[in-house]
Nanobody, 123 residues
């Protein structure tokens, strides 16, 4: 089973940037789709971004398009989420996820989830 560990969360001012990392172990390979999701207090978990491990075009939620970028480092088996121009409404716990099905991942179903990393956007 793939294990995922997120890091990089923290407190940032509106307009600032953060880069989240998701270290994958336990057999991640090119068949996997990787994704980032987030959950704010009192809200359901929502899709943020996905991409296939092997490459291809990433997909983003409308609310983060043009501001967030998902990427991966194959050598480090790490997936990143670069977040720029952060807004207070981006504050949430961010989760990394992996699935052998992009379709299921986009629906919020994953084979593996990380423990989450908190992102706070406040002045």
């Amino acid at each position: 089973q793939v294990q995922l560990v997120e890091s990089g969360g923290g407190l940032v001012k509106p307009g600032g940037s953060l880069r989240l990392s998701c270290a994958a172990s336990g057999g991640i390979d090119s068949t996997y789709a990787m994704g980032w999701f987030r959950q704010a207090p009192g809200k359901e978990r929502e899709f943020v971004a996905t991409r296939f491990w092997w490459g291809g075009s990433p997909a983003y939620a409308d609310s983060v398009k043009g501001r967030f970028t998902i990427s991966r480092d194959v050598a480090q088996t790490t997936v990143f989420l670069q977040m720029n121009s952060l807004k207070p409404e981006d504050a949430a716990v961010y989760y990394c996820a992996a699935s052998r099905s992009m379709e299921q991942l986009r629906r919020g179903t994953a084979d593996s989830w990380g423990q989450g990393t908190q992102v706070t956007v406040s002045s």
